[in-house]
T-cell receptor, first 112, second 117 residues
Framework: GENVEQHPSTLSVQEGDSAVIKCTYSDSASNYFPWYKQELGKRPQLIIDIRSNVGEKKDQRIAVTLNKTAKHFSLHITETQPEDSAVYFC???????????FGKGTTLSVSS | DTGVSQDPRHKITKRGQNVTFRCDPISEHNRLYWYRQTLGQGPEFLTYFQNEAQLEKSRLLSDRFSAERPKGSFSTLEIQRTEQGDSAMYLCASIGGMLTGEPYEQYFGPGTRLTVT
């Protein structure tokens, strides 16, 4: 089955710096890769996603890149702000509607 | 607010007791998922339904766990004879739209935090 590895587990940056979180997946049939942001005690919230027919997607300060050959995808946050501090999870899915397989999460801390 | 609701939000129970959680998905969504999240981990898949049919169960779903979606709308997750290891956040998510082979975004509910003492 699918396995998703996520690195780093913790990331500390200064306000205004960029942050990059990387994930690798094992199942080459996976075709959808969402990123979720989870604040303490709250639900995971979808912040951006990418499908396997696209190499990069941007939404304001966040972007995701996908390398299907290497089976890895990354989340890029530019001009980080303290409110970006949270746990970020990557996930992968290989068939429409079946379960998301999540990485273990990255705790991002943005200090002002 | 994603439109997915869960009840209760918090549950404290003693070991050996039975508990039941409810999830109400977005009304037109035909797929409903249950995940479990323990501290410091990502959500782990438990089971999912398409309409009222339970299509897949994870090996994490022991025989003490049972889930239903009797009318293809809300779902319940019951844990019998709870153990301390069952303490976790139980998350529900739903997907809507026609299944054309394209994956759709999963919208999560707020979760039910279970504490087994």
């Amino acid at each position: 089955g699918e396995n998703v590895e996520q690195h780093p587990s913790t990331l500390s940056v200064q306000e205004g710096d960029s942050a990059v979180i990387k994930c690798t997946y094992s199942d080459s049939a996976s075709n959808y890769f969402p990123w979720y942001k989870q604040e303490l005690g709250k639900r995971p919230q979808l912040i951006i996603d990418i499908r396997s027919n696209v190499g990069e997607k941007k939404d304001q300060r966040i972007a995701v890149t996908l390398n299907k050959t290497a089976k890895h995808f990354s989340l890029h946050i530019t001009e980080t702000q303290p409110e970006d501090s949270a746990v970020y999870f990557c996930a992968a899915i290989h068939q429409a509607g079946t379960a998301l397989i999540f990485g273990k999460g990255t705790t991002l801390s943005v200090s002002s | 607010d994603t439109g997915v609701s869960q009840d209760p939000r918090h549950k404290i129970t003693k070991r050996g007791q039975n508990v039941t959680f409810r999830c109400d998905p977005i009304s037109e969504h035909n797929r409903l998922y249950w995940y479990r999240q323990t501290l410091g981990q990502g959500p782990e898949f438990l089971t999912y339904f398409q309409n009222e049919a339970q299509l897949e169960k994870s090996r994490l779903l022991s025989d003490r766990f049972s889930a239903e979606r009797p009318k293809g709308s809300f779902s319940t997750l019951e844990i019998q004879r709870t153990e301390q290891g069952d303490s976790a956040m139980y998350l529900c998510a739903s997907i809507g739209g026609m299944l054309t082979g394209e994956p759709y975004e999963q919208y999560f509910g707020p979760g039910t935090r279970l504490t087994v003492t």
